[in-house]
């Protein structure tokens, strides 16, 4: 599925997640979503590892739940563990399996949302390692200066911020030199029109997820 | 160059300059997540091990302590919306903003998945009604605005996303309170410093 | 025919003039060097290029890593020609003609951030050539890029002006341009002055300088012990078994090729770089990071010489002799300015002030005196001799230099080379 219908599919099922109660949903999805990211060939290390970051939620979760509910009712506290892990797997179906890039411009392409936030945000995301080290390097200098900067130091969100307004600054004015201009119309490589099979598949899997939650 | 287009001013130097602010908190969110859940594993058996509950009851109560402790910190993760409303004065900064770090921050592996980006929208949308509420005209007025807009919003969908109806009403309550200080201090009282401190150093007008 | 004229015309940033008086026209065609010291105004004037001419320009810029909007140079090309609006289904084609063109064809897909300096700038310069446009400029734009890529750039260059195409570039190393360029525009005093080609030659000569570096042979004791270094990155080595003593209280430059590892070695001594092998020092260590920004933690300068007053790792310097050197290096009237609004040349004569108050027992100096004027390199180097601390530079340019360094080490075939003498 390409990936802008896969990012609304996906925030569908997350919003009845939320709001839906079925243990059978919760299960299906984990279980699809796993499949499907093992289809796509992600890391087994990475799976690994959502599987331990969710443990903690998961086992703490099931026993609050039990524990505070007036009726002490199991199954809900199953309901309630299982969603943590429906919860990741389906967070990693939007994380993992395609690329921001491609996701971006499915936006632009497919559902016309304006270049300008489309290649903006694109452009501030792919800063994502380059803030990382920068905030390694700002943490860095200012032990060198005999001070320590932690997360509740207003000081290190006023630097990393002057980093962004400096890299803004420049990002833009390179966007521009790419010849990219707010409102001006632009060629779109490789587009697909949306076929209405995928339309299909999107209100099927819509559908049997409401199905499933029917389920008693 | 100069020329202003259709998009209602939104130039693409706000749009990254946001985005970058996103991808800030988003790998502050993560800094802050991790430690956090290493906490929280660990007070566990340790109290078990002192106390002669269970394992699994002390995870359980842990897990209570986790509630209590994450409202009390909510207010660091909605810090971003903010921040973002009050550099650029335009509609949707806070929404954005906030939308995007949650983002980033399931990107780079977070423990709460995909809830992540439902809970920074609704986040974001509880700061941005806050500045909505003023027009956009008076900055100031919005951020304390926003605190309890955030407040009220991020803590509904809370309630109805982790079933608080089950809970003691006292418990909830209490809750609430902590919600609305965290979010004070954090998202209202730290962001109005990082503003003060930006306006000082006139990297802001 | 002319594109841009200025007639009397003044720049200013948030009310400081920076430049002033500016007459001049760029006529299509023409081959421009812009020279002077950094701080001088060239950034601004380019700035202001862009702004007045009435066109997209093209540009190469002088970080290589913010000049580029998307992961891979695939994609880089794929958003330049859509927003030329170039036919969707001869998009592929035309990418991999440029790629071809570039010797870039096997870093398609490869993630820009990983390409080489060299190679970043080739794609750089790809996408300027492609964009189209008349005027072409390019902003310090080999700071960081081995000699071969300079040459196969500059030919690319060339290429560009015989095909009419107006060329700008500003450079602090105005050698290599010695016999292309037409025009030369000097930054001085905030004003701008077109040389007279009869000046060229002097010009050109006042750069070609000679250094009398006086080293020593042999040392007491040491402060860093360098031992079998090894740090490589994805498809390329940097050190491999790399050794070397940096004596107690010298002054050391690295010196070596663009990308030969110089900043690197630096950063794995300060513990910013993983690196194999054992790095043993003792006492504090101090970084003046290139972007003197980086250093900054207060708000105003004042601000900024308590903390590092307050915090001195040894006995700071004395508040006397603070004022003196405040004074020499005309901060003094810069106390309540905010340390975002100075110059580039205040910000690495502060950075380097608060170093040497806060006495650190190492100094790692990464470019310190990069674009500063002669005067502001001959206070710093003296400032810098006040210290005790045990100095180690990376420096392109060399002015002065021999005032201050007793040892050099030399990056070769990915080791330190201990040097018996400089010139």
């Not at chain 1, 690994?48 to 026993?63: A, S």
């Not at chain 3, 902003?139 to 000699?147: G, K, L, N, Q, Y």
């Not at chain 3, 040349?345 to 806060?358: F, S, T």
């Amino acid at each position: 599925m390409r990936a802008s219908l896969k990012f609304l599919l996906v925030l569908a099922l997350a919003i009845e997640l939320a709001f839906v109660r079925s243990l059978w949903l919760n299960l299906a999805i984990t279980a699809c979503a796993l499949i499907y990211v093992i289809y796509k060939k992600i890391s087994f290390k990475r799976i690994l590892w959502l599987i331990i970051v969710g443990i903690l939620p998961f086992v703490g979760g099931w026993f609050m739940y039990y524990t505070m509910s007036p009726d002490h009712s199991k199954t809900f506290a199953w309901i309630m563990a299982t969603r943590v892990y429906a919860y990741i797997f389906l967070g990693s179906v939007l994380a993992f399996s395609q690329s921001m890039t491609a996701l971006m411009r499915g936006f632009e392409q497919d559902l016309h949302v304006n270049p300008t936030f489309v290649y903006g945000i694109l452009g501030a995301l792919n800063f994502l390692p380059k803030m990382t080290r920068q905030i390694k390097i700002i943490r860095a200098s200012a032990k060198m200066r005999g001070v320590r900067l932690t997360v509740f130091s207003p000081q290190l969100y006023v630097k990393a911020i002057y980093n962004s307004f400096v890299w803004s600054n420049n990002l833009s004015q390179a966007m521009y030199a790419h010849g990219f201009l707010e409102g001006k119309k632009r060629s779109h490589y490789h587009h697909e029109s949306i076929h209405a099979k995928e339309i299909y598949l999107f209100i099927l899997i819509l559908v049997l997820s409401i199905l499933i939650a029917l389920i008693k | 160059m100069t020329a202003h287009t259709s998009t209602k001013n939104w130039r693409i130097r706000d749009v990254i300059l946001i985005g970058l602010i996103g991808v800030i908190f988003g790998i502050l969110f993560f800094a802050f997540g991790i430690p956090w859940n290493t906490m929280v594993s660990l007070s566990g058996p340790l109290v078990s091990l002192v106390s002669d509950q269970s394992l699994a009851q002390t995870i359980g109560a842990s897990q209570i302590s986790e509630q209590v402790a994450t409202a009390a910190t909510i207010g660091l993760w909605v810090m971003a919306g903010p921040i973002a409303g009050m550099i650029i004065k335009k509609p949707g900064a806070s929404l954005l903003g906030e939308t995007l770090a949650a983002t980033v921050e399931m990107a780079v592996g977070s423990a709460w998945g995909i809830s992540d980006i439902l809970s920074g929208l609704i986040q974001g949308a509880g700061t941005e009604a806050g500045f909505a509420l003023t027009g956009y005209k008076r900055p100031f007025a919005g951020l304390w605005l926003s605190t309890l807009t955030s407040t009220v919003i991020t803590f509904g969908f809370t309630y109805f996303q982790n079933s608080y109806n089950r809970f003691p009403i006292s418990y909830t309550l209490s809750l609430f309170v902590i919600s609305y200080l965290s979010i004070l201090i954090f998202a209202g009282i730290v962001v109005y410093l990082i503003y003060t401190i930006l306006k000082k150093a006139k990297l802001i007008k | 025919m002319s594109i841009i004229d200025f007639k009397n015309q003044n720049i200013e940033i948030d009310g400081q003039t920076i430049l002033q008086n500016i007459n001049l026209s760029i006529n299509a065609g023409d081959f421009i060097l812009l020279s002077g010291a950094s701080g001088s105004g060239k950034t601004t004037f380019i700035n202001e290029l862009v702004a007045k001419y009435d066109k997209t320009a093209a540009r190469v810029f002088q970080s290589p890593d913010q000049q580029f909007t998307m992961e891979t140079p695939f994609y880089e090309l794929v958003f330049l020609l859509e927003n030329l609006q170039y036919p969707a289904d001869q998009i592929e084609n035309k990418i991999n003609q440029i790629l071809t063109e570039f010797h870039l064809e096997n870093k398609k897909n490869q993630l820009v951030d990983t390409l080489s300096g060299g190679e970043q700038q080739r794609l750089a310069l790809a996408e300027a050539v492609n964009l189209g446009t008349q005027l072409v400029i390019l902003d310090e734009p080999f700071a960081s890029i081995d000699r071969q890529s300079i040459r196969f750039l500059l030919a690319k260059v060339q290429e560009l002006q015989r095909r009419g195409r107006t060329i700008v570039i500003a450079d602090h190393n105005p050698l290599i341009y010695d016999g292309l360029a037409q025009r030369i525009f000097l930054f001085d005093k905030h004003t701008i002055t077109s040389l007279p080609k009869t000046d060229f030659r002097q010009f050109y000569d006042s750069f070609k300088r000679q250094n009398h570096f006086h080293l020593k042979s042999d040392f007491q004791s040491d402060r860093i012990k360098i031992d079998r270094l090894s740090i490589s990155f994805p498809d390329q080595i940097i050190f491999d078994q790399a050794s070397a003593l940096i004596p107690d209280k010298s002054s050391v430059l690295i010196v070596g090729e663009n990308g030969t590892g110089k900043s690197t070695l630096l950063k794995a001594m300060s513990g910013l770089q993983k690196f194999n092998g054992k790095i043993t020092s003792r006492g504090k260590i101090s970084l003046a990071f290139q972007n003197p920004s980086d250093s900054f933690l207060k708000i105003t300068v004042q601000e900024e010489l308590f903390l590092s007053q307050h915090k001195s790792f040894h006995e700071a310097m004395a508040p006397a002799a603070i004022e003196d050197w405040l004074t020499r290096l005309s901060l003094k009237d810069r106390l309540d300015a905010s340390v975002y609004t100075l110059s580039g040349g205040e910000k690495k004569k502060l950075q380097l002030l608060l170093l040497v108050i806060q006495s650190p027992d190492t100094i790692l100096l990464d470019e310190p005196f990069a674009g500063l004027d002669q005067k502001s390199v001959l206070d710093l180097i003296a400032l810098l001799k006040t210290s005790a601390a045990t100095k180690i530079f990376i420096s392109h340019q060399l002015f002065a230099m021999d005032q201050i360094i007793d040892h050099a080490y030399q990056i070769q075939d990915h080791k330190l080379i201990r040097l018996a003498e400089l010139s």
